[in-house]
């Protein structure tokens, strides 16, 4: 008997439960609702949706399944449209901007929207106060980075960067990112020395954003284990609080040597003097936290065109002859500069189609639906992921015939899709749809120019760029051009090529334009600091040109109570720097102390 009703009970469970799975089934699969690949109920299609190569199945699902430019699909819950058509963005995200973007919660950062005022990274916060004032201040200073004052920064570090090339070329993965962090370290904290760390500082941010970084971001449940069982979060917390204490040390270092006059023209400088005093940034926490992300994005972000400059050049070499070419007609023999970028369309051309061809942010960037919307007569709920493929948009056949093909002439020639006249002008990657779109499009897309024209012009300049030949089989390494890593900017893998200097005379002028870059740059780094020395010894006091520090705040964990960076101890009776702790109560993942007296 007692047999008989545990199976009558099982049995009704296992039926309410089918049912169950069925009506979730049909709901989710609705004929009526969005296009996209058959869901099943909780999971979405996390089991067939790769982590390596993310893009290509998305293509292959959007080839399959999109109608009007865009389908849906999910995982373990998060809602997914997919954005295969650029007509279908612009409607999105930038006519509909107003509530299409916000970001989604990146799982495996603390508070990576700054829902809790964590105030730290501005590419990934929602769309709230945070964001709207650092994309204000970025959005300023990097359009002072186009300014001719800073072009001489990356003229000195592409000058820096083929003298390195030239005595160690098989380095030039490590080089070629060291360049780009550089240009990013002097424009920051004027200090190109603090390369190294901020590299590894920038992939250790983007690893762990990206959803082929911590299985976290994926099995997202993992993320809330107890702290003790939890080796994702326990990483995390390091990560985190090594990179915020770095950036606010270089912060206070350039404070005190604003001070004494003795910090060149650099953002940390231009905010410590000038913008600190009218603006609403918070205090130093958040100041140190946007200058610093801002150096962080530019790294990764250069690299991945950079590199892949490298690989088309390999293996289109009438394209590399014709941007010498080109560059010697202009340049008459010396190295390009900004100023004769109107003059070098073909350099332009294979930068845009290199970006074009091997686009570094494949999937592109979510946005996250802020209300329930309807397009085109179907239903996009609130909390929906948007993603703007860009390598659906990039192999658009129509746009861009013959997609999967390395074609500059595209750019150049009339009876192309996307010529655009005049030369002197087009092609510009400014504004194309790798870098995003509406209120959350790039902020560094003329940085990104400028650097792109100066080091691939500077590299053509200096070298053929070629196959590096194995010396025992006198064979050639092979130079893929479709294996990179997967996280949200990629980059290709290591490979071998060579770096080989288009002539003996070209070689010894591209180590001495090195070294009297050098030279020159160590005098006025010397008469700088003489003058500064000579403004204090006549009693010129820098130093109140320098507010003091008016407020910090630190995301600390609940699990954790390490002390945050300057602190020496948490919670309640802190002292950080000297200044009295407010801490605000628990809230989902950690504590957030202010340290001051604006709240
Ligand atoms: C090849 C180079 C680059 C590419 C492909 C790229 C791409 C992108 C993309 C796709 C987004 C998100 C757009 C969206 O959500 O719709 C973005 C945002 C952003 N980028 Fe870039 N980027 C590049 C270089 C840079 C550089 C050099 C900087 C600064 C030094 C920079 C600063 C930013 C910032 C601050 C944001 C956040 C904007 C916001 O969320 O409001 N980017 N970028």
Same mark, same amino acid.
């Given at each position: 008997?007692?047999?008989?009703?545990?199976?009558?009970?099982?049995?009704?469970?296992?039926?309410?439960?089918?049912?169950?799975?069925?009506?979730?089934? *049909?709901?989710?699969?609705?004929?009526?609702?969005?296009?996209?690949?058959?869901?099943?109920? &909780?999971?979405?299609?996390?089991?067939?949706?790769?982590?390596?190569?993310?893009?290509?199945?998305?293509?292959?699902?959007?080839?399959?399944?999109?109608?009007?430019?865009?389908?849906? /699909?999910?995982?373990?819950?998060?809602?997914?449209?997919?954005?295969?058509?650029?007509?279908?963005?612009?409607?999105? #995200?930038?006519?509909?901007?107003?509530?299409?973007?916000? =970001?989604?919660?990146?799982?495996?950062?603390?508070?990576?929207?700054?829902?809790?005022?964590?105030?730290? &990274?501005?590419?990934?916060?929602?769309?709230?106060?945070?964001?709207?004032?650092?994309? *204000?201040?970025?959005?300023? &200073?990097? /359009?002072?980075? /186009?300014?001719?004052?800073?072009?001489?920064?990356?003229?000195?570090?592409?000058?820096?960067?083929?003298?390195?090339?030239?005595?160690?070329?098989?380095?030039?993965?490590?080089?070629?990112?060291?360049?780009?962090?550089?240009?990013?370290?002097?424009? /920051?904290?004027?200090?190109?020395?603090?390369?190294?760390?901020?590299?590894?500082?920038? @992939?250790?941010? #983007?690893?762990?954003?990206?959803?082929?970084?911590?299985?976290?971001?994926?099995?997202?449940?993992?993320?809330?284990?107890?702290?003790?069982?939890?080796?994702?979060?326990?990483?995390?917390?390091?990560?985190?609080?090594?990179?915020?204490?770095?950036?606010?040390?270089?912060?206070?270092?350039?404070?005190?040597?604003?001070?004494?006059?003795?910090?060149?023209?650099?953002?940390? =400088?231009?905010?410590?003097?000038?913008?600190?005093?009218?603006?609403?940034?918070?205090?130093?926490?958040?100041?140190?936290?946007?200058?610093?992300?801002?150096?962080? +994005?530019?790294?990764?972000?250069?690299?991945?065109?950079?590199?892949? $400059?490298?690989?088309?050049?390999? !293996? !289109?070499?009438? @394209?590399?002859?014709?941007?010498?070419?080109?560059?010697?007609?202009?340049?008459?023999?010396?190295?390009?500069?900004?100023?004769?970028? %109107?003059?070098?369309?073909?350099?332009?051309?294979?930068?845009?189609?290199?970006?074009?061809?091997?686009?570094?942010?494949?999937?592109? +960037?979510?946005?996250?639906?802020?209300?329930?919307?309807?397009?085109?007569?179907?239903?996009?709920?609130?909390?929906?992921?948007?993603?703007? #493929?860009?390598?659906?948009?990039?192999?658009?056949?129509?746009?861009? %015939?013959?997609?999967?093909?390395?074609?500059?002439?595209? $750019?150049?020639?009339?009876?192309?899709?996307?010529?655009?006249?005049?030369?002197?002008?087009?092609?510009?990657?400014?504004?194309?749809?790798?870098?995003?779109?509406?209120?959350?499009?790039?902020?560094?897309?003329?940085?990104?120019?400028?650097?792109?024209?100066?080091?691939?012009?500077?590299?053509? $300049?200096?070298?053929?760029?070629?196959?590096? +030949?194995?010396?025992?089989?006198?064979?050639?390494?092979?130079?893929?051009?479709?294996?990179?890593?997967?996280?949200?900017?990629?980059?290709?893998?290591?490979?071998?090529?060579?770096?080989?200097?288009?002539?003996?005379?070209?070689?010894?002028?591209?180590?001495?334009? @090195?070294?009297?870059?050098?030279?020159?740059?160590?005098?006025?780094?010397?008469?700088?600091?003489?003058?500064?020395?000579?403004?204090?010894?006549?009693?010129?006091?820098?130093?109140?040109?320098?507010?003091?520090?008016?407020?910090?705040?630190?995301?600390?964990?609940?699990?954790?109570?390490?002390?945050?960076?300057?602190?020496?101890?948490?919670?309640?009776?802190? +002292?950080?720097?000297?200044? %009295?702790?407010?801490?605000?109560?628990?809230?989902?993942?950690?504590?957030?102390? =202010?340290?001051?007296?604006?709240?």
């Amino acid at each position: 008997m007692q047999l008989l009703t545990a199976l009558l009970l099982g049995g009704v469970v296992v039926v309410a439960a089918a049912i169950h799975f069925i009506k979730v089934f *049909r709901k989710i699969n609705d004929p009526n609702g969005l296009p996209g690949p058959t869901q099943i109920p &909780y999971l979405g299609r996390i089991h067939d949706l790769p982590i390596d190569y993310m893009w290509l199945k998305f293509k292959e699902w959007g080839d399959k399944y999109a109608t009007g430019g865009l389908y849906r /699909t999910s995982m373990l819950g998060a809602e997914f449209v997919i954005i295969t058509n650029e007509r279908v963005a612009e409607d999105l #995200l930038v006519k509909r901007a107003k509530f299409n973007s916000d =970001r989604p919660q990146i799982r495996s950062l603390f508070d990576s929207k700054s829902e809790h005022g964590s105030m730290e &990274y501005l590419p990934l916060m929602g769309r709230n106060q945070y964001w709207s004032r650092q994309r *204000r201040l970025t959005h300023a &200073y990097i /359009t002072e980075a /186009t300014n001719a004052r800073y072009h001489g920064v990356m003229y000195f570090e592409a000058k820096r960067w083929i003298a390195r090339l030239v005595a160690d070329p098989d380095n030039f993965q490590a080089s070629l990112e060291d360049m780009a962090s550089k240009v990013m370290c002097q424009l /920051t904290w004027d200090d190109p020395n603090l390369s190294t760390y901020c590299t590894k500082s920038a @992939w250790g941010l #983007l690893r762990q954003m990206s959803p082929a970084g911590p299985i976290t971001n994926v099995l997202t449940p993992l993320w809330h284990l107890p702290w003790i069982l939890n080796p994702w979060k326990r990483a995390e917390r390091k990560r985190h609080d090594e990179q915020q204490a770095w950036w606010m040390n270089q912060f206070q270092r350039c404070r005190e040597k604003t001070a004494k006059g003795e910090l060149r023209p650099c953002w940390t =400088r231009q905010f410590q003097e000038k913008t600190s005093l009218k603006t609403t940034i918070s205090g130093d926490y958040e100041a140190s936290s946007v200058i610093g992300m801002l150096a962080l +994005v530019g790294i990764f972000t250069v690299a991945g065109p950079l590199s892949y $400059w490298l690989v088309s050049m390999v !293996h !289109h070499p009438e @394209w590399q002859a014709a941007v010498q070419r080109e560059i010697d007609e202009v340049c008459e023999g010396r190295l390009p500069t900004l100023e004769d970028a %109107p003059r070098l369309p073909v350099l332009r051309a294979c930068i845009k189609e290199t970006m074009r061809w091997r686009p570094n942010v494949p999937t592109g +960037v979510a946005h996250e639906t802020e209300v329930d919307d309807v397009y085109n007569g179907h239903f996009i709920p609130k909390g929906t992921r948007i993603l703007p #493929l860009d390598w659906a948009f990039l192999r658009n056949p129509e746009k861009y %015939p013959d997609p999967n093909s390395f074609r500059p002439e595209r $750019w150049l020639e009339p009876g192309w899709p996307t010529f655009q006249a005049p030369l002197t002008q087009f092609p510009t990657i400014k504004g194309m749809s790798s870098f995003g779109w509406g209120q959350r499009q790039c902020l560094g897309m003329n940085l990104t120019q400028d650097e792109l024209i100066v080091a691939c012009g500077s590299l053509a $300049w200096a070298f053929n760029l070629k196959h590096k +030949v194995n010396p025992v089989t006198g064979e050639r390494y092979p130079v893929p051009t479709d294996k990179s890593n997967s996280l949200l900017i990629i980059k290709p893998d290591p490979f071998k090529m060579a770096f080989e200097p288009r002539s003996k005379e070209r070689r010894e002028e591209t180590l001495r334009v @090195w070294q009297e870059a050098e030279r020159e740059d160590r005098a006025k780094r010397m008469a700088f600091l003489a003058n500064a020395r000579e403004e204090r010894a006549k009693g010129v006091v820098l130093s109140e040109k320098v507010p003091v520090a008016v407020s910090t705040s630190v995301l600390v964990s609940t699990e954790e109570r390490t002390p945050a960076p300057g602190c020496t101890g948490i919670p309640t009776s802190t +002292v950080c720097t000297g200044i %009295p702790v407010q801490v605000i109560p628990p809230i989902e993942e950690g504590l957030l102390v =202010r340290v001051g007296s604006v709240f």
